[in-house]
């Protein structure tokens, strides 16, 4: 059974860093593309990166790029997301899932029009003004 659990979640100050771990079982990190997403209050789901193990392909929402990076350890099966200059409008309920491998599309693409599943119970992420 593929399991997802997130972690490192918190509460911060704008302008900290939180590295938020997506541990997975029940699978290879081969197998899947793992992706970050993250819901705020009132708001619709948004996809902030992605992963693609076919060649460890980054993808990024414009809204985070520059700020968040998305790693994986392989031997761990673990996705990180390590978050630097947070802002308020980070603030929201963040959680990783799989999705089907990829190459060759855009980032928009990639968090927008695949189909992800497994989501994990999510880790919240504060920020403070």
């Known amino acids: 059974e593929v399991q997802l659990a997130e972690s490192g979640g918190g509460i911060v100050q704008a302008g900290e860093s939180l590295t938020l771990a997506c541990a997975g079982s029940?699978?290879?990190?081969?197998?899947?593309?793992i992706a970050w997403f993250r819901q705020a209050p009132g708001k619709e789901r948004e996809g902030v990166a992605v992963?693609?193990?076919?060649?460890?392909?980054?993808y990024y929402n414009d809204a985070v790029l520059g700020r968040f990076t998305i790693s994986v350890d392989k031997a761990k099966n673990t996705v990180f997301l390590q978050m630097n200059n947070l802002k308020p409008e980070d603030t929201a309920l963040y959680y990783c899932?799989?999705?089907?491998?990829?190459?060759?599309?855009?980032?928009?693409?990639?968090?927008?029009?695949?189909?992800?599943?497994?989501w994990g119970r999510g880790t919240q992420v504060t920020v403070s003004s």
């Open positions: 899932g799989t999705g089907p491998p990829f190459s060759g599309i855009t980032s928009k693409q990639a968090l927008t029009m695949l189909q992800y599943a497994n």
């Open positions: 992963i693609s193990p076919h060649d460890d392909g980054t």
């Open positions: 029940g699978f290879d990190y081969d197998e899947y593309a």
